[in-house]
């Protein structure tokens, strides 16, 4: 088997969606919390499938595209887990781990758009 080329924001996507769903399962069954939590799961778990739809991009454009539109999903999570922590679903440790991981996320998806963007004006 192929080893696969190191990719951090396919491995950091997937592990907080990996995150996401354990903490949606924790908030459903001990919590009882059904409808934050479910907001959470699909913004949550968004940004590593739409991640992986950027590895088969059409074109540049497309692949910025989609990296936006995750960098969305990040932005949406962010405000989830602030809701989730503020009403009392989330205790602090809780929150700050997985909103550290959140925002981790967002900037390398961020830095990632802006380089591509930067090198696709050096090409022209």
Known sequence: MEKMRENIVREKSFAFALRTVKLYRFLVEEKKEYILSKQLMRSGTAIGALQSESENAESE???????????KECNETLYWLKLLYYSGYLDEIAFQSIYCDAEELKRIITAIIKTTKERGKKDK
């Open 61 to 71: 454009a497309d692949f910025i595209h989609k990296l936006a539109i995750a960098q």
